[in-house]
């Protein structure tokens, strides 16, 4: 018997619009209208200049740990837009602020996240978005979890995960993946190689020529995409999203990116890479490659764009005053979320907390008074 083949995989890349705003008009039809590409670079702007501002409270103390987005806001923004608000779930890792704001999370719950309040993480009703998720790829199995149940109930919905490429190293991931691929649900793999895991290099996260060949193992349609060009983002989610509602199962994307600042604000990523490396990146920015091309296409002018600012100047000093401005939480809230029926150990401690101080300051926030209505 002689040796037959098998399998034969490639992998493409596309990209649409260049780092000098050019487009390649035959790919770009039918993807993004000058007007959805004007507010797609409103959306980064915002969301770029929310980042600085995040920045800026963690610095001076007012805020916890903040990973920045920067660099990487075409990703969210051409996937928020090819996704359906109120009909397909964002299940995020945590940057992809933007998306979440496209589909309707205020913007202040992303503030209190990092500052260490738990409201933060509890969407409001009626948004398909699940909370931040800080443990690395464990969320890929609860996007897999929605969109199956989708898949059964017979729902219109995608579940849209986003997560980068040291999350593809996870058992996590590959467990999503395989149980994603055998029951054919309608989950998207949304990979922003941003080309560093904290300071773990994309060369040794994995032996694989792309990430993307991944998802071959698991019978998935998979593609490389320029992760900071909106029109290429837009179709590769689009298409994959299209395909998942007739019933074609899972996709896999790997968006080729890059952050621009440290992992986090715990982090300084000079002690890792070049800044010759940095720099070629910077030539990439996705909002001024976007800007170049609105430009070229006689929508844009400096004009326009220092109202953008001022305007989001004005938003983010809007969210940051809400953000802090929030009443205190209640001790009670330690215990309010987790059970629908508190065991008797934790309502033991809980009611502890109303009557003693347990050694903290006797009039903080938390002493309610006997009699006061309980929450559970
Ligand atoms: C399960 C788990 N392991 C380790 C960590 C610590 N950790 C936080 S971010 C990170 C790197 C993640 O890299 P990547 O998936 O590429 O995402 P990026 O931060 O680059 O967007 C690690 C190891 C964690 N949060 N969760
Ligand atoms: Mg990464």
Request: include cysteine; charge should be negative.
């Amino acid at each position: 018997m002689p040796i037959r083949t098998v399998y034969k995989a490639q992998i493409d890349h596309m990209q649409i619009l260049d780092e000098d705003g050019k487009l390649d008009e035959k790919l770009a039809k039918n993807t993004l209208t000058d007007e959805q590409v004007v507010h797609l670079y409103e959306q980064m702007t915002i969301c770029r200049t929310l980042d600085e501002v995040a920045f800026k409270l963690q610095r001076s103390g007012r805020m916890g740990t903040y990973p920045q987005n920067k660099g990487q806001e075409a990703n969210a923004v051409g996937a928020a837009i090819a996704l359906e608000k109120g009909t397909d779930w964002l299940v995020p890792c945590y940057r992809e602020n933007a998306a979440l704001f496209m589909h309707g999370l205020p913007m202040h719950y992303i503030l209190l996240h990092w500052m260490g309040d738990e409201r933060g993480n509890q969407i409001p009703d009626g948004l398909k978005i699940t909370p931040l998720s800080i443990p690395i790829g464990t969320h890929m199995l609860h996007a897999v979890g929605i969109a199956w149940a989708m898949k059964l109930r017979k729902e219109r919905g995608v579940a849209c995960t986003f997560f980068g490429d040291g999350a593809t190293s996870e058992g996590d991931f590959h467990g999503a993946m395989n149980f994603a691929g055998t029951q054919q649900v309608p989950c998207i793999f949304y990979c922003q190689n941003n080309q560093w895991a904290i300071s773990v290099p994309r060369e040794i996260q994995t032996a694989g020529e792309t990430i993307a060949q991944k998802a071959l193992g698991y019978g998935m349609p998979t593609m490389q995409v320029d992760g900071n060009d909106i029109f290429a983002v837009y179709k590769a989610t689009k298409d994959a999203a299209d395909r998942a509602r007739a019933g074609g199962g899972p996709s896999f994307i790997e968006a080729i990116t890059y952050r621009l600042g440290d992992h986090t604000t715990a982090d300084d990523a000079k002690r890792y890479r070049s800044a010759e490396e940095v720099d070629s990146w910077k030539l990439k920015d996705p909002l001024i490659r976007t800007r170049k091309y609105l430009e070229r296409k006689d929508q844009w002018s400096d004009k326009k764009q220092s109202e953008l600012d001022e305007r989001a100047k004005k938003i983010t000093a809007e969210v940051v005053k809400t953000a802090e401005g929030i009443e205190k939480p209640h001790t009670d809230d330690m215990f309010n979320h987790l059970f629908s029926e508190i065991p008797a150990e934790l309502r033991r401690q809980r009611d502890t907390l109303r009557t003693h101080s347990l050694g903290q300051e006797p009039g903080q926030v938390g002493l309610r008074a006997p009699g006061q209505a309980e929450h559970v």
